[in-house]
C-alpha cells in the first residue's frame, strides 16, 4: 500500500517523499528589484525534506504583479538572485519549482511602475480590496489584453520559466488557481470575450493550454506543473453552474493531458467528487491538495495519499520546516501564526523550531 512517505518519480527526478510543499506567498523580496534575500535561501532550505517544494508565487513579468514585495524572474538580476534559493536547497537534498503568477486583474497601479494598470481577460473589476504599500485599495478595471497582447504574455511565461532554469529551479509550476490570470480566462465572470479565447468552455480554456505548451517547449514538459482550484471563489471568481465548471476543466485537461506535463495540482473544493473526476481523467501525476476547512492540512490527510499520488501541506508547512518528519512520527506541530504570514523578517518565517535531532 502506497503512504506519503514512498519515494516517487517526478519529471525523470526520484522524490524522497510524496509530501509537497504547497505555494504560499510571503511578501519578503525585499532585494532590489523584486529580488529574493538570503533570508528567503534560509526559509526554503529549511524545508527542503519536503520531496517537492513549490515556491511562494512568482511574477512573469512587471505587470504580473499583484501584491507588494513578491518575487519576480524577468530580470538579470532576479535570476542571480534566486540563485542563492536553489543552491540553498540543493545542498539540502531537496527539490524546487518555481510557481509562476501573472495576478491578471488582481492588483493596483500603485503596485506597477509607468502608469501601468493591471490586466485581464476583459474589462471587468474584481470586487474587493488588495494589499498594497499604502493599505487597502479597491481593485481596480483592468485593461483588456489585445491579441497581440495575449501572445506577449504568453511569451512571458515561457522567458521566465527558461529564466527559472538558468536561476537552478528543476522545475516551474504554472498558476492556474485562486483567481489569477490563468483562471480568470478559465472563468465565465472575469472572462466575457466573444473571440477565440473565450465565448464557451473550449475557448475559456485555450489561454491556460497554450501557455502551458509554450512553457514546455520552452523548458521541458517533465518540468513543468499546472495547479488548477475548479470552483474556488477567491478574489471574486464565479464559477457556480456545475455544467459549466464540469465542460471548463474537461476541456482544459483535454488540451493538457497530450503534453505529459510533469504533474497535475489541485488545490480542492468541498466537491470531493469533482476531485475525483479529475483525477480520472488526468493520466499523469496527480498532486492534491486537499480540502481540509478549516482546519489546516495536516496528519490526518495522510490517507488521502490514496486520491492523489502526493499530497501538498501548506500552513503547517510554513510553522513546521521538518514537516514530513513530524507527519512520520504523528507530531508535535507549531502553530501557525497568521501574523506573520506576509511581510516582515524573520519572526514567523525562519524561527519555527524543527524538532531535536
Known amino acids: 500500500m502506497t503512504t506519503a512517505f514512498d519515494p516517487i518519480e517526478l519529471g525523470g527526478r526520484r522524490l524522497a517523499n510524496r509530501i509537497a510543499m504547497a505555494p504560499m506567498t510571503r511578501s519578503r523580496a525585499y532585494g532590489p528589484g523584486a529580488t529574493v534575500t538570503e533570508l528567503m535561501a534560509t526559509y526554503y532550505a529549511q524545508r527542503a525534506g519536503a520531496g517537492l517544494i513549490v515556491t511562494e508565487g512568482v511574477q512573469p513579468s512587471v505587470i504580473g504583479q499583484g501584491y507588494p514585495d513578491t518575487p519576480g524572474l524577468h530580470s538579470a538580476e532576479q535570476v542571480a538572485a534566486w540563485r542563492q534559493v536553489t543552491d540553498a536547497v540543493h545542498r539540502e537534498g531537496g527539490v524546487i519549482f518555481a510557481q509562476l503568477m501573472h495576478t491578471g486583474r488582481v492588483g493596483h497601479p500603485s503596485l506597477l511602475p509607468d502608469g501601468l494598470v493591471p490586466v485581464g481577460p476583459s474589462a471587468v473589476a474584481a470586487k474587493g480590496q488588495v494589499f498594497t504599500h499604502q493599505g487597502p485599495k479597491d481593485f ?17 511565461f515561457a522567458d521566465a520559466a527558461r ?13 492556474g488557481a485562486n483567481g489569477y490570470l490563468i483562471h480568470q480566462f478559465l472563468a465565465p465572470n472575469a472572462n466575457q470575450r466573444t473571440d477565440g479565447w473565450g465565448g464557451d468552455a473550449a475557448g475559456r480554456a485555450r489561454f491556460g493550454i497554450e501557455v502551458a505548451a509554450a512553457v514546455a517547449e520552452a523548458i521541458g514538459a517533465h518540468r513543468t506543473g499546472f495547479r488548477i482550484s475548479p470552483g474556488t471563489p477567491f478574489n471574486d471568481i464565479a464559477e457556480t453552474d456545475p455544467a459549466d465548471l464540469e465542460e471548463t476543466y474537461t476541456a482544459l ?21 469533482l476531485t475525483g473526476r479529475l483525477r480520472k481523467d488526468w493520466p499523469g501525476t496527480f498532486v492534491l491538495n486537499p480540502f481540509t476547512h478549516p482546519q489546516p492540512t495536516g496528519h ?7 486520491d492523489g499520488d502526493m499530497l501538498a501541506f501548506g500552513a503547517l508547512f510554513l510553522a513546521n520546516p521538518d514537516l514530513p518528519r513530524r507527519l512520520a512520527s504523528g507530531g508535535p506541530y507549531n502553530e501557525p501564526d497568521r501574523a506573520t ?3 516582515g523578517d524573520e519572526r514567523g518565517y525562519t524561527d519555527y523550531p524543527a524538532l531535536p535531532a
Open 140 to 156: 481596480v478595471t483592468p485593461k483588456e489584453l489585445d491579441q497581440d497582447e495575449i501572445v506577449r504574455t504568453i511569451a512571458d
Open 163 to 175: 529564466n527559472a532554469i538558468a536561476a537552478g529551479f528543476d522545475g516551474v509550476e504554472l498558476h
Open 253 to 273: 485537461l483535454a488540451g493538457l493531458a497530450p503534453l505529459s506535463l510533469a504533474y497535475l495540482h489541485v488545490l480542492e473544493g468541498p466537491d470531493r467528487d
Open 300 to 306: 490526518d490527510a495522510l490517507g488521502l495519499i490514496e
Open 341 to 343: 504570514f506576509y511581510g
